[in-house]
């Protein structure tokens, strides 16, 4: 399939991108806005948007298919996985749920469109409109397609020329997502602006920053504290740093038969997008007072990501990025091997006489010959980041407070908790992360799944980009 050369990211390798040409692309789609995504109706456009994700979701879709075919080697990401993960982000792109985001984010649906106001606005003598930025700049991040597939479809809601800078080795989905869009409206097509130039190169950025009204970015904090001071007074800059996630399993869900459940989900929220997100869990905590222990549960969660690799397998890796897992995967055999060791001696040892403690366990279960998912259990309940690509630790605790307590040297960065507990007990563990600062809690095997009114980083999503006029009758 041959796509039409719509945008800059559809021109040649050895085509050379200059400031004069991002400005030039900037401009033209300005105008397109103005001429005519600035005339539509919100509803018009949220009915746009979900017709275009159920496009995606058919499996005969040209679109689609081009992506589960090119996808793999064009992002690293199995085709199983890239359909699981498309799958949950275009489900949610219904008309029902871009509605309940305008609700939830402005008030009311048509507040791009007219003056209105819910009726307690109504009885104080209060209207308001809402504004999108004119050119919406995005700077993506360079590990998974659908937070920039969110971005793009935030600006549409808002009426807004959008120029997508793409992160590094993450063009591909963005972009066919902006062709599709083209293919059911040419004009919209008009509107979007997509490039792919390394990051820091600094005089592409400061022409596309001088016409940008809104720049919104995502990456590492010292990326976000850099680009900030480059951003023209003028303009409103939106950031989202480096965040991380983990789980939390209660002991009332280790029977032997839950236990397994819950196993499985947690291997669904490990090998969603092959761990890669923000979203995505380092470490599960396991309450150790079930009939199965934080060990025995680290066993069933290697078995289901091992019969998840059947169904889902994870991909190549980059030479370094497989030497990184093996790397650790070794020290921490080593370790199991020391404490086994430890053991035999502590029990080998005449009683009376004086022998070391052993330090707290390790145990290792891995993949045969590949660094396909890792599980490691260490007693030691301190937060440990992962290396990620579906290698995960299990650590025990007594409590959510004590889990809260090991994991306090990433407060403030962490993005999502999920619970694997019973429902009434879920509200409660909910609102005490929520006091420790967590902004999303959700169920476990639903991590990577946040839902279209998801508030990222604990920020209104449509909030964040629009201008208010108040009308006081």
């Known amino acids: 399939m041959n796509l039409p050369g719509l945008f800059l990211a559809d021109l040649p390798p050895e085509a050379v991108l200059t400031p004069a040409l991002v400005r030039d692309a900037a401009i033209a789609i300005k105008r397109n806005r103005a001429r005519w995504l600035a005339q539509r109706t919100t509803q018009e456009l949220v009915e746009m948007v979900a017709y275009t994700a159920e496009r995606w979701l058919d499996p005969a879709n040209h679109?689609?298919?081009l992506a589960l075919a090119r996808g793999p080697a064009e992002t690293g990401f199995g085709a199983a996985t890239l359909a699981r993960g498309l799958d949950g982000f275009f489900r949610g792109l219904t008309v029902e749920n871009l509605q309940a985001l305008l609700v939830q984010d402005l008030g009311e649906v048509r507040r791009l469109d007219e003056f209105t106001a819910p009726l307690p606005e109504l009885r104080a003598g209060r209207l308001a409109l809402v504004r999108g930025p004119e050119l919406l700049a995005h700077i993506a991040a360079g590990n998974?397609?659908?937070?920039?597939?969110m971005s793009m479809v935030l600006g549409l809601l808002l009426k807004s020329a959008q120029f997508v800078k793409c992160g590094h080795g993450a063009k591909f989905i963005p972009w066919l997502f902006a062709h599709s869009l083209a293919d059911l409206e040419p004009k919209l097509g008009g509107c979007l602006e997509l490039a792919n130039w390394p990051g820091g190169t600094l005089e592409l950025e400061a022409a596309l920053f001088a016409e940008a009204d809104c720049v919104t970015a995502q990456g590492s904090d010292e990326t976000l504290?850099?680009?900030?001071?480059?951003?023209?007074g003028r303009s409103r800059f939106v950031g989202y740093g480096h965040r991380l996630s983990f789980g939390f399993v209660g002991a009332e869900m280790l029977s032997s038969y839950m236990a397994r459940k819950v196993a499985e989900r947690a291997a669904a929220d490990v090998t969603a997008w092959n761990q890669l997100g923000c979203l995505s869990p380092h470490i599960f905590y396991v309450e150790d007072t079930g009939a199965t222990s934080a060990e025995g549960f680290s066993e069933l969660l290697a078995t289901a990501l091992a019969e998840r690799e059947q169904a889902e397998p994870r991909g190549e890796l980059s030479p370094e990025e497989a030497a990184l897992i093996a790397s650790r995967r070794s020290l921490h055999e080593l370790r199991s091997a020391r404490h086994a060791a430890a053991q035999e001696e502590a029990v080998t040892t005449p009683r009376g006489a004086f022998f070391e403690t052993p330090n707290p366990g390790t145990k290792v279960w891995a993949s045969d010959g590949s660094t396909a998912w890792t599980v490691v259990f260490e007693a030691d309940p301190r937060f440990h980041l992962s290396c990620l690509n579906r290698f995960v630790y299990v650590k025990p605790c007594r409590t959510l407070a004590e889990a809260l307590h090991h994991a306090d040297t990433q407060h403030g960065r962490v993005s999502t908790v999920g619970l694997g507990v019973?429902?009434?007990?879920?509200?409660?563990?909910?609102?005490?992360?929520?006091?420790?600062?967590?902004?999303?809690?959700c169920p476990l095997g639903k991590m990577q799944e946040p839902p279209v009114g998801w508030r990222h980083d604990g920020r209104p999503a449509l909030g964040e980009l629009v201008t208010w006029t108040d009308f006081e009758t």
């Open 63 to 65: 679109f689609r298919k």
């Open 144 to 149: 998974l397609p659908n937070s920039t597939l």
């Open 225 to 232: 504290t850099e680009l900030r001071q480059r951003v023209p």
């Open 422 to 441: 019973t429902e009434g007990r879920a509200a409660g563990l909910a609102l005490q992360l929520a006091h420790w600062g967590v902004p999303r809690v």
